[in-house]
């Protein structure tokens, strides 16, 4: 399902550029254009999912690989291993939720801190 109005749905199709750092079958990553930390990534799926308000059991293993794939996207773009190290996930659901993008995403934050937010 795609969205022809959706920001995040745009950048899937190549529409508008993005900085990518891994794409596969179901996911986009790309570096945020306004980093609130060191590293500031955005795990996107490609499916168009509105938010985490919209999610049901047949979203669990796509979300469970996001999830699953976030360690290694830390450390490949800057995080520093763990436990001294780490970064931070987050999903922002609706506007009191803080959701700028009606399409589903996970902020991965990490890299020395303090962050600018957070």
Same mark, same amino acid.
């Given at each position: 399902?795609?969205?022809?109005? &959706? /920001?995040?749905?745009?950048?899937?199709? *190549?529409?508008?550029?993005?900085?990518? +750092?891994?794409?596969?079958?179901?996911?986009?990553?790309?570096?945020?254009?306004?980093?609130?930390?060191?590293?500031?990534?955005?795990? +996107?799926?490609?499916?168009?999912?509105?938010?985490?308000?919209?999610? *049901?059991?047949?979203?669990?293993?796509? $979300?469970?690989?996001?999830?699953?794939?976030?360690?290694?996207?830390?450390?490949?773009? *800057? &995080?520093?291993?763990?436990?001294?190290?780490?970064?931070? /996930?987050? +999903?922002?659901? *609706?506007?009191?939720?803080?959701?700028? +993008?009606?399409?589903?995403?996970?902020? $991965?934050? @990490?890299?020395?801190?303090?962050?600018?937010? @957070?």
């Amino acid at each position: 399902m795609h969205d022809p109005d &959706c /920001l995040f749905c745009k950048i899937i199709a *190549g529409q508008i550029p993005s900085s990518k +750092v891994y794409e596969d079958e179901d996911m986009l990553v790309f570096k945020d254009i306004h980093p609130a930390a060191p590293v500031h990534l955005l795990m +996107v799926p490609k499916l168009h999912i509105a938010s985490m308000a919209q999610v *049901g059991a047949e979203q669990a293993p796509l $979300l469970g690989r996001m999830l699953a794939k976030a360690p290694q996207l830390a450390l490949d773009n *800057g &995080c520093n291993p763990y436990p001294q190290g780490g970064f931070r /996930l987050m +999903v922002n659901t *609706g506007e009191e939720g803080g959701q700028e +993008v009606h399409h589903l995403h996970i902020h $991965l934050l @990490g890299g020395p801190r303090p962050w600018k937010k @957070g």
